[in-house]
């Protein structure tokens, strides 16, 4: 656990150090730093762990560059995770406040690994879907 946590927290301080660069030191970059701080400084415990792999999974998310460099290791990977996992358990972890890392990063994995299927655009909506094609 302890070579995972080091291992997380390296990357997750890289992605820290590529949204300052490309943020700038604004108000929300600083509420940023703070609660990742807060993410960084947890034990290397199922929690802790589980928090780090939600964050990384938000910045593949969010963060171009941080899918290029992992798309160097495993582009099949990354590429699903961005066309089609992300898109659909993002949103809906947000919108739950991020409350619980552990099931995004095991829907994530379920979802790369056992479920194939596409899955929609992923609205963004919390919970609010679009309504289908020709039902207006």
Not at 81 to 108: D, K, N, W, Y
Request: glycine share 10%; hydrophobic share 40%; net charge negative.
């Amino acid at each position: 656990m302890e070579q995972l946590g080091s291992s997380l927290d390296r990357v997750l301080y890289g992605v820290m150090d590529l949204l300052g660069r490309e943020t700038g030191e604004t108000e929300a970059f600083a509420q940023a730093r703070m609660e990742w701080g807060h993410m960084l400084t947890s034990d290397y415990n199922f929690a802790g762990i589980a928090a780090r792999r939600a964050a990384l999974l938000f910045a593949l998310h969010t963060l171009e560059p941080v899918r290029v460099y992992f798309a160097k290791k495993d582009p099949d990977l990354v590429a699903d995770l961005h066309r089609r996992v992300l898109p659909a358990t993002i949103p809906p972890f947000i919108c739950g406040m991020a409350q619980r890392p552990e099931g995004l990063v095991v829907m994530c994995s379920t979802l790369t690994s056992m479920w194939k299927e596409d899955m929609g655009s992923g609205s963004g909506n919390c919970g609010a879907g679009r309504a289908p094609e020709g039902s207006h």
